[in-house]
Structure formats: C-alpha cells, structure tokens
C-alpha cells in the first residue's frame, strides 16, 4: 500500500511540474521570462528523477507474487500486475486504461470488489457476494470468497481482498485488489466435509 501511495504521490509531482511549466507560457509579459539553462536542467533532472521513481514503484507492483489489479477514481485500471495475467489469461496492455475489470471474472458487467469498496458501497457487497466479511490483517479492508467458473480456463476458487487507498487529506484516490486462488484448500475442505459427513450417516 505504500508503494502505491508513493505511485500516485510521484504521478501527482508529474502534473504539478507540467503545471508550472504551462504557467511560465501564459500571457502576462511578467511570467514569460525564458528560465536560465540552470533552471532547465533542474526542471529536466526533476522529471527524470519522478519517471525513475515511478519505473521502480510500478516494477515493484508489477512483480509482486500475488495476483494484484489497482484502479483509480473512475473506475479505470491503473495496474493489472504480471501475476494477474498469468491467473485470468488477460494481458496488462489489453487492460491497464480501460474499465473492464470484470470481464475476466464475469459474463456479464458488474462491479468488483475494489469497485464497491472504491465508492464506499459497503452494504451493496452481500448483494453481489455470498462469502464476504471485513478483513481481519487490514482496518478498512473487505475480502469475499468464491467458485468462478472460467478463470484463465479453468474452474477456480477464489480469494478477494480490496482496499481503499486515501491521500493525505483522507480522499479516496483509488482502491487495490488482491486475488489469490485457494482451489486446492477448498476442494480439500469440501472433501472433508463430504467424509465427515458420510462417517455420520453410517454412524446414524
């Protein structure tokens, strides 16, 4: 969550540095004086330190082991990280900018669970998962469980948690959402279930 903190922090340094430069291009006679070459090299050496810092951070996301997708305020893909494409068969180019968060996942458009808890939509959760609860490790922070029956070709079980990412002026910015699949645990517990079960019946 930090370094997504930092992303958007750097992304945000990104836009005040093109607003000072578009400032020093107005029309007062007074703010268009041609910077020296000093300050031109301290505004180049700017940008390249923020586009090295963003590089790293997005690396790091990118890289992490779990299946991991991050949106913004509107809705729109921030990061689908490798681990993502690698569960649901959908590349980060097909998805990163677009809205269609849900197709791996759905036949049909609905929210996710980062969409939900991106517009604070919490009492709407139970309607759109059976299995949900507020997470244990994280304040603020939902997970919701699930069968899904064609994740990257295959039927899975899995397991969701999103959580909202706030700014210094706790405004929500964006919200991130893991993904792991625990088909084999589940499988495995159903297995039990159906045994312990069956032991009853001859018991009874």
């Not at 005040?16 to 910077?35: C, F, G, I, W, Y």
């Not at 390249?48 to 509107?74: C, G, H, T």
Request: hydrophobic share 40%; proline share 3%.
């Amino acid at each position: 969550m930090v370094t997504l903190l930092l992303h958007i922090h750097v992304t945000n340094q990104n836009s005040l540095v093109r607003k000072e430069d578009s400032m020093n291009t107005s029309d007062d006679p007074q703010a268009t004086a041609t910077p020296t070459e000093t300050e031109q090299g301290d505004n180049k050496q700017t940008h390249l330190l923020l586009n090295e810092e963003k590089r790293f951070y997005s690396s790091i996301i990118q890289s992490a082991a779990s299946p991991m997708l991050v949106i913004d305020s509107n809705h729109t893909i921030l990061f689908w990280n490798n681990a993502m494409a690698k569960l649901t068969g959908f590349s980060s180019f097909q998805m990163k900018g677009t809205r269609q968060q849900w197709k791996p996942f759905y036949p049909a458009k609905r929210p996710l669970l980062a969409d939900l808890v991106l517009d604070q939509e919490l009492d709407a959760i139970k309607d759109y998962y059976a299995g949900f609860d507020a997470s244990k490790c994280s304040f603020g922070s939902y997970c919701a469980e699930g069968w899904y029956d064609n994740i990257g070709g295959q039927r899975r079980y899995l397991l969701l948690e999103a959580s909202a990412v706030k700014n210094s002026r706790n405004e929500i910015i964006a919200a991130i959402e893991t993904i792991n699949d625990i088909t084999e645990i589940r499988l495995a517990q159903e297995a039990m279930l159906s045994h312990n079960s069956f032991l009853q019946e001859i018991m009874d």
